[in-house]
């Protein structure tokens, strides 16, 4: 058995991307042989265990998934477009068969397109099976109606086409997001909570010299600095703890600031991060991505970490930096209406601490509770263990919370639930291919690009 891990922003050994890519494959390597498909950019080599493969011209940026529609090639059947080309000449390079997995964790909305064309002009009988991932909350793309039945529409194809959920599983990696696509689309959605290195965290916590009382508390922030991150906060915060912890040494503000994009996603981003700089040495600022043990250096010598995170964006979406800073028993001050919230109420975390409105931040941090000395985290580690639960809308499934990757490996080799298929009559193409027809029995596939413009199933 092979595992494919298809990660077309992985280019080095730091950020979020790597480190996700890296733990799921490094415990991938125990069961089976194990190729990565990486940015063309990536530095990182081959190990005897894992393989790594430049293929992706472009990393997985908010402008891959809002590209525009590329031109014909006119040498091959399908659009020219980055990422299903650079997809396909990466897949056909290995030798793949209907036993092996091709695992697609970081894809926004258009690229559904290109797996569903790639399923329907490869050889169907040696197609692997496709693990797909879905991370973002689809009220990001409700305001545009067109596109949000569009991309329902790819969904249902997978399994109105006959490919889910044999060759094609799909994974959300909350419980609230896997019953949400599982409700709209009506197709089998698998909870897969995020995993991670518990080896290197236990390694970097053990490696922590000892603290004392008076020495002034750490509060921190991990991760890029983003607009739904709340990273355009930390002044207001920085400013409110200057006066009663700051300046009197008693706490130290440490953020991570590199740029998601270069220049920030909106002007707000360098905005935020002049501001701080003018705080001075109470205020320390991380400008470079963090590799996997300066990451987690950096979160064992924080005492409180700060997730500023808007919470419509995060209602149903994860956080892999709260479960990483939850688990050691780190205090996490987070807002209210998130997922981070209801894992919080759902497992009792005493360690985390809630507010309602970005206007709080400040004041919810400053509660005794949090930037008191006494209330420094311990280095016990928290590793809870796996709970399935099978929901009654579109057979969603829950595996939480799985925080080693050994669980992860478990949870997306299992079997996913059989739902009966209903049957698709028509799919509708627009002028730019050949109408694709489907019929209960019979099934003609165009070898051009899909471009699906009405639902299915019209009678």
């Not at 036993?99 to 559904?112: A, K, L």
């Not at 355009?232 to 008693?250: E, I, R, Y």
């Not at 707000?268 to 320390?284: H, I, K, N, S, Y």
């Amino acid at each position: 058995m092979r595992l494919v891990i298809v990660d077309q922003s992985f280019e080095g050994l730091s950020g979020h991307h790597a480190e996700y890519t890296l733990c799921i494959a490094k415990e991938a390597a125990k069961h089976a042989r194990v190729t990565v498909l990486a940015n063309q950019r990536c530095a990182v080599g081959s190990s005897d265990e894992i393989e790594i493969r430049p293929t992706f011209r472009r990393p997985w940026t908010q402008a891959q998934r809002m590209r525009p529609p590329a031109l014909y090639d006119p040498t091959v059947s399908f659009p020219a477009w980055s990422f299903l080309a650079d997809l396909r000449l990466g897949l056909d390079r290995i030798d793949l068969s209907p036993q092996d997995h091709v695992f697609v964790h970081s894809i926004g909305f258009t690229e559904i397109e290109d797996l569903l064309t790639y399923a329907m002009t490869a050889d169907r009988s040696r197609l692997p099976v496709f693990d797909i991932l879905l991370r973002r909350d689809l009220d990001e793309i409700s305001g545009d109606a067109a596109g949000f039945q569009r991309f329902v529409a790819y969904l249902k194809a997978f399994a109105g086409l006959g490919f889910a959920p044999d060759t094609a599983r799909f994974f959300a990696d909350t419980e609230a997001l896997s019953e949400h696509y599982a409700t709209v689309t009506g197709i089998p959605f698998t909870t897969l909570g995020i995993a991670f290195d518990q080896d290197a965290m236990r390694t970097a916590l053990a490696a922590r010299p000892p603290r004392t009382a008076d020495e002034p508390l750490i509060v921190g922030y991990l991760g890029d600095a983003r607009p739904e991150k709340g990273y355009q906060f930390f002044p207001d915060l920085a400013a409110t703890l200057t006066q009663s912890h700051l300046s009197n040494g008693k706490a130290r503000l440490r953020l991570q600031s590199n740029f998601h994009l270069a220049g920030g996603e909106t002007p707000a981003m360098p905005e935020a991060r002049r501001a701080l700089e003018r705080f001075g040495p109470a205020v320390e600022l991380l400008y470079d991505p963090l590799d996997q043990d300066e990451y987690y250096r950096q979160l064992a010598e924080m005492d409180i970490i700060v997730l500023p995170y808007m919470s419509e964006r995060y209602r149903r979406r994860s956080s892999g930096i709260f479960v990483q800073a939850a688990a050691p028993g780190k205090i996490v001050v987070a807002p209210r209406g998130t997922t981070m919230w209801g894992d919080a109420q759902r497992y009792a975390m005493e360690n985390c601490v809630f507010y309602d409105t970005p206007e709080e931040l400040s004041s919810t941090t400053l509660r005794r509770n949090c930037l008191r000395p006494s209330r420094r985290p311990s280095i016990a580690m928290t590793v809870c263990g796996v709970r399935r639960r099978v929901t009654k809308t579109g057979g969603a499934r829950r595996i939480h919370p799985p925080r080693s990757s050994r669980q992860f490996w478990t949870g997306l080799l299992e079997p996913v639930p059989r739902r009966q298929r209903t049957p698709v009559h028509w799919y509708f193409m627009s002028s730019t291919a050949r109408a694709c027809i489907s019929r209960p029995g019979r099934r003609q596939i165009n070898t051009r690009k899909a471009v699906f413009c009405g639902l299915p199933d019209t009678g």
